[in-house]
């Protein structure tokens, strides 16, 4: 197998060879750790995205897009331990097969899975129903993933974006409905198993001001938001999830997207595209004050979900935009922006994901296209690997020792 750097050469320059003495150094880059990446998910003809680790690390939920007579995209979840894949979620329920009989020529899709933390092991996802419109759909998947998903709202427009909290045998959802005609937040709490809700409460009203990506705090108690503003633009605000007024939490020039929570609820994550409106930076900044400071330039922003911070707070997880190989990375912002690079030996890397498994390591699940052993792009495809946190902080010891403390770019 090439190395990382290698293969590099051989991509860039079509040689392979190494570089001839008389080029130009390079700059060193970050300390590179070594991951064995396996590829868990691939279809024929498919592209295979956005991969979620349930917050135990027992399942892994994508999405399968089939782009043939007729567009379906479904989620599809297998088991991290036995490999095992199931089937589509909603093909085991009345609505799947409802779309599967008479609703095809308008395409079956259900995406935006979001795992509920705290709950017995669920997920809301938004699925078109078979009625010219999307409902929010749960999946309980505990324990063998054999009970159909069962919908949770009802309403002639969409309802999308859905995040969720759990207590117990109980849930919050939160999510973006067309059914004011803005674009705004509901919210609805419901028991485990209740498969219909009428009492969903309206969160947001602001005219024109549509809202997106909610992501809840830790704690269950409050919630991040995006809001596209009368600027054309997406600011960051917060608001109590008993209701109230939404608070902004900063306004940088250009767009604000895909905020997400540390564990401990004190630092808030997101991409931002302040320093140049074609490229995402990655930022960070304390939830109850302070300026948001740039860990990362340069970026791959996900195509849905939250910026990932490590499952133990220090760091965050993301993709360095660097054609053709787009290298995950992981950044330290405390030390100060100490970066290490995963050779998962996979290009155009995008999507990654990490939750603690219970031996103390990290499971790790991303979309990439081909590995660097045949180099050849195929459908997109889901990966995985076990990341010891340990090896991380080997790998950036002697980087950190050779370091300036130098302030963070803001």
Request: with cysteine; aromatic share 6%; glycine share 10%.
């Amino acid at each position: 197998m090439k190395t990382l750097a290698g293969a590099l050469v051989v991509l860039a320059l079509g040689l392979g060879s190494a570089r001839t003495a008389c080029a130009a150094p390079t700059p060193a880059g970050p300390p590179v750790v070594p991951v064995a990446a396996a590829r868990i998910a691939q279809v024929a003809n498919a592209h295979c995205s956005n991969p979620r680790p349930s917050p135990d690390a027992r399942f892994v939920a994508y999405v399968v897009d089939e782009l043939k007579d007729v567009r379906r995209q479904m989620v599809y979840v297998r088991e991290t331990k036995t490999s095992r894949r199931l089937q589509p979620v909603m093909e085991m329920s009345a609505v799947r097969r409802k779309l599967a009989s008479g609703g095809a020529a308008a395409g079956q899709v259900c995406h935006e899975l979001s795992w509920l933390p705290g709950t017995p092991v669920g997920a809301v996802m938004s699925c078109n129903n078979g009625e010219g419109n999307y409902d929010l759909f749960f999946l309980e998947p505990s324990p063998n993933l054999d009970k159909p998903a069962y919908r949770i709202t009802r309403h002639e427009a969409n309802d999308f974006h859905p995040t969720g909290a759990g207590r117990g045998g109980s849930m919050a959802v939160i999510y973006v409905s067309g059914r004011s005609g803005d674009g705004d937040l509901y919210g609805l709490d419901l028991p485990v198993g209740a498969e219909l809700d009428d009492r969903a409460r309206r969160l947001t009203s602001v005219a024109e001001m549509p809202e997106l990506s909610p992501v809840f705090s830790p704690a269950g108690d409050a919630f991040v938001f995006v809001r596209q503003t009368a600027r054309g633009e997406d600011d960051l605000y917060r608001m109590p999830l008993a209701g109230g007024e939404a608070t902004a939490l900063s306004r940088l020039p250009g767009s604000e997207l895909n905020p997400g929570f540390s564990r401990d609820g004190r630092q808030l994550a997101f991409y931002g595209n302040a320093r140049d409106r074609k490229q995402f930076d990655l930022y960070v900044r304390p939830i109850d004050g302070g300026e948001p400071v740039s860990v990362a330039a340069g970026t791959v922003r996900p195509e849905q979900g939250p910026a990932a911070f490590t499952p133990d707070g220090t760091g965050l997880v993301y993709v360095r935009h660097e054609d053709p190989l787009n290298p995950i990375e992981i950044v330290y912002p405390g030390e100060p922006n100490l970066v290490v690079r995963l050779d998962t030996q996979t290009l155009q890397n995008k999507d990654p994901s990490l939750v603690a498994l219970p031996d103390g390591r990290w499971y790790l699940t991303f979309t990439a296209q081909a590995n660097l052993e045949d180099r050849q792009k195929r459908w997109d495809q889901i990966y995985a690997a076990t990341v010891d946190p340990a090896a991380l902080r080997a790998a950036a010891a002697p980087a950190a020792s050779g370091r300036k403390k130098t302030p963070a770019r803001k």
